[in-house]
């Protein structure tokens, strides 16, 4: 009897155990376990579990099971909490899972909450409808294709701990009108703001100084983009990196730069002058091809860049015609600036869409490059001194080549930069040992000459002043004094 008793008080122990088992709030979710829980508009919102401390009845999770969005395909609206509870147990959100918020098309806002430190891949993916979605500070990480396919998102800002901006996150994300990246990124990957900006009347594009790479394709199509700085530290450009940027008037290369790959500006078709820093040595094919009003370019190496088909109607070199390895596909006319003594150099390149023909109709001018002093274009002109100058970095007269001969003391100038040929028809004064002066009219290409009666050599001083502005910039002067013997032939 008093074995059966003992019997049947096990048995009742063991039911009891069990019961509790099942009691609400007994049991602990177990690491990669999903659960729903509602936000504060009553939207239902999967998680997934990361971590768990038993210890302390916390732990952290992620939106979003990782495979499948985390909420109703209907959803307009999605407040996403600080902290969850599940069973007891106090999560942290801490990820937008991979997919938490993809495809869901009729999603137009989502607030996210300062512990979230990962947006995973696809996590806001082809929410077409989605106009805003803060990111918040704390974000370290951006997966690839995180907002491809925002269509109506229009603003963005990218936290300042985050260090890459990975595959195609940003791609086709029409409606942005400003973009900043921060400091803080060293590598742009390939397609990761393509499109950007497809439906603005103008967008805004700031790259960070410490990126050290852009990838192929990056800023593709950015058709409403007007202007691009590309900062020092940039040392590699992808291919076709800013190609169909119709709209891209001004670009400012990277001096970190030794090549320009293969169709990087293509088609950018409102671009009409450029500089080539003189780290290039290389450029791509195609690299400016269709660019329509590009007809001015300065390139700062006294060598001339290896180029194949770079610049003009896209034609495409044919390997199997026998023809030097530089040469271009230029506009009928236009103006090369390059490094007084290199002249020959730039002119003796070859236009593809000729035959290799020399550049007959393009205007090669010099110009005097810093810190380098001023070097005679020929054997037999004037011997100079180093110059002691102030040079603006574009935009003001300069006086290069003098020379001496029979009494005649001859100079050439030109207006600096990029952006001479719409100097065209200027006036600039030149003043010669700080008395003669001489008022000269600039040619189509923003250059002249003149010359001043001298008796014997002997030093020679001149100054240059602007004395119209076509561009209705405010004056800038420039004094070159050139402290040396001017020799006589």
Same mark, same amino acid.
């Given at each position: 009897m008093l074995r059966r008793k003992r019997h049947m008080l096990f048995l009742a122990a063991a039911a009891a155990l069990v019961v509790l088992a099942f009691l609400p709030g007994?049991?602990?979710?177990?690491?990669?376990? +999903?659960? +729903?829980? @509602?936000?504060?508009?009553?939207?239902?919102?999967?998680?997934?579990?990361?971590?768990?401390?038993?210890?302390?009845?916390?732990?952290?999770?992620?939106?979003?099971?990782?495979?499948?969005?985390?909420? @109703?395909?209907?959803?307009?609206?999605?407040?996403?909490?600080?902290?969850?509870?599940?069973?007891?147990?106090?999560?942290?959100?801490?990820?937008?899972?991979?997919?938490?918020?993809?495809?869901?098309?009729?999603?137009?806002?989502?607030?996210?909450?300062?512990?979230?430190?990962?947006?995973?891949?696809?996590?806001?993916?082809? !929410? @077409?409808?989605?106009?805003?979605? @803060?990111?918040?500070?704390?974000?370290?990480?951006?997966?690839?294709?995180?907002?491809?396919? !925002?269509?109506?998102?229009?603003?963005?800002?990218?936290?300042?701990?985050? +260090?890459?901006?990975?595959?195609?996150?940003?791609?086709? !994300?029409?409606?942005?009108?400003?973009?900043?990246?921060?400091?803080?990124?060293?590598?742009?990957?390939?397609?990761?703001?393509?499109?950007?900006?497809?439906?603005?009347?103008?967008?805004?594009?700031?790259?960070?100084?410490?990126?050290?790479?852009?990838?192929?394709?990056a800023f593709l199509e950015c058709r409403s983009l007007t202007e691009i700085i590309i900062p020092d530290s940039v040392t590699t450009l992808g291919a076709s990196a800013f190609n169909g940027c119709v709209s891209l008037e001004s670009a400012v290369l990277s001096s970190g730069l030794t090549s320009i790959p293969d169709y990087a500006f293509y088609g950018c078709a409102a671009i009409e002058s450029l500089v080539i820093p003189s780290g290039v040595t290389s450029i791509g094919v195609q690299a400016f091809a269709a660019c329509a009003e590009l007809v001015d370019i300065t390139f700062m190496n006294s060598d001339p860049p290896a180029v194949n088909s770079s610049f003009g109607d896209g034609s495409v070199s044919n390997p199997a015609v026998a023809g030097p390895p530089e040469y271009f596909v230029f506009k009928d006319v236009g103006t090369i600036h390059c490094p007084v003594g290199s002249e020959a150099k730039y002119a003796a390149l070859r236009d593809f869409d000729d035959n290799w023909e020399p550049l007959e109709n393009w205007h090669i001018r010099a110009f005097v490059p810093e810190p380098e002093p001023a070097q005679a274009s020929a054997a037999d002109s004037v011997a100079q001194a180093p110059i002691k100058k102030e040079i603006p970095e574009r935009d003001a007269p300069a006086i290069y080549g003098v020379e001496y001969a029979n009494g005649v003391i001859s100079y050439k100038v030109f207006v600096t930069g990029a952006n001479s040929r719409k100097y065209a028809g200027a006036a600039v004064r030149v003043t010669f040992n700080g008395a003669n002066t001489q008022d000269i009219t600039l040619d189509e290409t923003g250059a002249g000459s003149g010359s001043f009666a001298a008796a014997a050599p002997g030093e020679a001083h001149f100054s240059a002043l602007l004395m119209t502005q076509p561009m209705a910039r405010s004056n800038r002067v420039l004094m070159i004094t050139a402290a040396g013997e001017v020799v006589g032939r």
């Amino acid at each position: 009897m008093l074995r059966r008793k003992r019997h049947m008080l096990f048995l009742a122990a063991a039911a009891a155990l069990v019961v509790l088992a099942f009691l609400p709030g007994a049991a602990k979710a177990a690491q990669g376990e +999903t659960f +729903t829980s @509602d936000d504060v508009n009553g939207v239902a919102i999967t998680y997934k579990v990361l971590t768990e401390d038993a210890s302390s009845n916390t732990g952290t999770v992620q939106v979003g099971n990782g495979t499948n969005a985390a909420v @109703d395909i209907n959803i307009r609206k999605v407040t996403v909490p600080e902290k969850v509870t599940y069973n007891g147990v106090e999560y942290d959100v801490v990820t937008i899972g991979r997919m938490g918020f993809s495809s869901r098309n009729a999603l137009e806002s989502v607030e996210m909450p300062d512990g979230v430190i990962i947006i995973g891949e696809n996590a806001f993916h082809y !929410c @077409d409808k989605l106009v805003s979605a @803060d990111i918040p500070s704390g974000v370290t990480s951006i997966g690839k294709f995180a907002f491809s396919g !925002c269509y109506s998102l229009e603003s963005v800002v990218i936290p300042a701990g985050v +260090t890459e901006i990975p595959e195609a996150a940003f791609t086709a !994300c029409w409606a942005l009108t400003e973009l900043i990246i921060p400091d803080s990124v060293v590598s742009i990957g390939d397609s990761a703001f393509a499109q950007v900006g497809l439906k603005s009347a103008k967008t805004s594009i700031t790259i960070g100084s410490k990126v050290k790479s852009i990838g192929e394709y990056a800023f593709l199509e950015c058709r409403s983009l007007t202007e691009i700085i590309i900062p020092d530290s940039v040392t590699t450009l992808g291919a076709s990196a800013f190609n169909g940027c119709v709209s891209l008037e001004s670009a400012v290369l990277s001096s970190g730069l030794t090549s320009i790959p293969d169709y990087a500006f293509y088609g950018c078709a409102a671009i009409e002058s450029l500089v080539i820093p003189s780290g290039v040595t290389s450029i791509g094919v195609q690299a400016f091809a269709a660019c329509a009003e590009l007809v001015d370019i300065t390139f700062m190496n006294s060598d001339p860049p290896a180029v194949n088909s770079s610049f003009g109607d896209g034609s495409v070199s044919n390997p199997a015609v026998a023809g030097p390895p530089e040469y271009f596909v230029f506009k009928d006319v236009g103006t090369i600036h390059c490094p007084v003594g290199s002249e020959a150099k730039y002119a003796a390149l070859r236009d593809f869409d000729d035959n290799w023909e020399p550049l007959e109709n393009w205007h090669i001018r010099a110009f005097v490059p810093e810190p380098e002093p001023a070097q005679a274009s020929a054997a037999d002109s004037v011997a100079q001194a180093p110059i002691k100058k102030e040079i603006p970095e574009r935009d003001a007269p300069a006086i290069y080549g003098v020379e001496y001969a029979n009494g005649v003391i001859s100079y050439k100038v030109f207006v600096t930069g990029a952006n001479s040929r719409k100097y065209a028809g200027a006036a600039v004064r030149v003043t010669f040992n700080g008395a003669n002066t001489q008022d000269i009219t600039l040619d189509e290409t923003g250059a002249g000459s003149g010359s001043f009666a001298a008796a014997a050599p002997g030093e020679a001083h001149f100054s240059a002043l602007l004395m119209t502005q076509p561009m209705a910039r405010s004056n800038r002067v420039l004094m070159i004094t050139a402290a040396g013997e001017v020799v006589g032939r």
